[in-house]
Nanobody
Framework: QVQLVESGGGLVQTGGSLRLSCAAS????????MAWYRQAPGAQRELVAA???????????NYADSVKGRFTISRDNVKNTVYLQMTSLKAEDTAVYYC?????????????WGQGTQVTVSS
């Protein structure tokens, strides 16, 4: 089992920056990949960014087209934490942001989820 706790959300003006953090506990060694999703009111949850977890797998990242060049996902395997650095924020980035982790050998997209953190971008 893996527990995920997000932090770092809040209210920011258009063009501002925020950094989200997601700390993994429990059995982080069983994680294969981690990701950030978001869900805006009335919308489906969407993948924002993903990154392999094991250092041996390298750092190839994936991003939604809407955030490429503005958001950066990174990990700290010592702290068992994944980050989402968000810059040049837009009103349409307003959403609840969720951290997710995939277990090694899992056929699911992601198996563990955090409780979510609200990001509100005011224009």
């Amino acid at each position: 089992q893996v527990q995920l706790v997000e932090s770092g959300g809040g209210l920011v003006q258009t063009g501002g920056s925020l950094r989200l953090s997601c700390a993994a506990s429990g059995s982080p060694f069983s994680i294969n990949a981690m990701a950030w999703y978001r869900q805006a009111p009335g919308a489906q949850r969407e993948l924002v960014a993903a990154i392999p977890w094991a250092i041996t797998r390298g750092g190839r990242t994936n991003y939604a087209d809407s955030v490429k060049g503005r958001f950066t996902i990174s990990r700290d395997n010592v702290k068992n934490t994944v980050y989402l650095q968000m810059t040049s924020l837009k009103a349409e980035d307003t959403a609840v942001y969720y951290c997710a982790a995939r277990a090694s050998g899992s056929s699911s997209a992601y198996d563990y989820w955090g409780q979510g953190t609200q990001v509100t971008v005011s224009s």
